[in-house]
């Protein structure tokens, strides 16, 4: 009898570590910036800034009525520079895309835009970091998706490039319908 | 080279004066002291979300200094502690939080040592109990 029990405790270090590996393995593949958003499934929080083409004042209303992403980028942010062509091509898809020029000042991000070209439709001036607060952004670029209710349905942490747009935002356009989303 | 001293020591006066200057950027004006302890309790219990593994008084990011002069700012305006903690929480998660609720995401983190802890002393109860039987055993197999 004795014996038989001591078969069984050898294995379980075994599993122990088995289990364990498999835990850390899960955990390696993970980026850690990537937090889950705490706003999905909530509107985009009210607000009231300027427009940086047209100076006049943008609020909450203008993420409304159609699905559109917010792309949050500035002028300092180096990944920005480099996810600016896939938003271009984007853009030149019809997606419509509302940036958010975070912690920038306007005539950087205006000579940014005349450089590289603008795939923005409207773009909001948060200067002072305030509704990028409100939205949870810790850092450029992040990219939300946006429903036609002004609603957040899922946030892109880092570049915009073609896997994320593929492996996130298309199936969700997809799945509500929208061509944007692409035959599947 | 003896005109190069007056120089070195302008430099040094001007550095002295400098430095005051820049620790003044980050100083936060409060009403009394009650919120001022309030202010660093908070601030070293709310993590930075840019640069994980620091509290955002720790940290030099940018999204770390806005956070502080929130809350600076939520404590002026006489709101309370739990009140900033869920402004924060509402944005960025439950990982913000050093001190995050209980609820089923987070009760691993919370049980998980105690549950290993119990297992342990299961494991060591055991053993020991086995081990004792056994040298009953032992005495009852002498002759």
Avoid at chain 1, 12 to 29: D, K, N, T
Avoid at chain 1, 45 to 61: H, N, R, V, W, Y
Avoid at chain 1, 167 to 184: D, I, M
Avoid at chain 2, 22 to 38: C, K, P, S, V
Wanted: negative net charge.
């Amino acid at each position: 009898m004795s014996n038989k029990n001591t078969g069984l405790w050898v294995f379980v270090p075994l599993v122990g570590f088995v289990a364990l590996a498999i835990l850390l393995a899960s955990g390696l593949g993970r980026n850690p910036e990537e937090l889950p958003s705490a706003l999905a499934g909530k509107p985009v929080p009210a607000f009231s800034k300027p427009s940086l083409i047209s100076g006049e004042t943008l609020t909450e209303e203008r993420l409304t009525g159609q699905w559109q992403l917010l792309n949050v980028w500035g002028t300092w942010c180096p990944t920005c520079y480099v996810e600016h062509p896939y938003l271009l091509e984007l853009a030149q898809r019809g997606v419509p895309i509302v940036g958010m020029d975070y912690k920038d000042e306007d005539d950087k991000a205006r000579d940014y835009l005349a450089r590289y070209g603008n795939p923005f439709t409207e773009v909001i001036v948060d200067a002072d970091g305030q509704l990028g607060l409100d939205l949870g952004v810790y850092g450029a670029p992040e990219t939300f998706l946006i429903n036609p209710r002004g609603e957040i349905v899922l946030r892109h942490v880092g570049e915009m490039n073609p896997r994320a747009w593929d492996e996130k935002f298309a199936p969700v356009l997809h799945q509500a319908g929208n061509p944007l989303g692409g035959p599947r | 080279m003896i005109r190069v001293f007056p120089a070195l020591s302008l430099v040094l006066c001007a550095l002295l004066l400098a430095s005051p200057l820049r620790a003044a950027i980050d100083l936060y004006q409060f009403d009394n002291t009650e919120q001022q302890d309030r202010f660093h309790r908070l601030t070293e219990e709310l993590r930075c979300p840019k640069c994980q593994n620091q509290s955002i008084a720790d940290s030099d990011a940018e999204i770390a200094r806005d956070m502080r002069e929130r809350t600076a700012r939520m404590i002026r305006e006489g709101r309370s502690d739990q009140e900033v903690v869920n402004f924060f929480v509402d944005r960025y998660g439950d990982f913000v939080s050093y001190r995050p609720p209980v609820n089923e995401r987070t009760v691993i983190l919370w049980m998980g040592p105690l549950g290993l802890l119990l297992l342990g002393v299961l494991a060591i109860v055991l053993l020991v109990r086995r081990a004792s039987r056994r040298a009953e055993l032992e005495e009852d197999d002498q002759p």
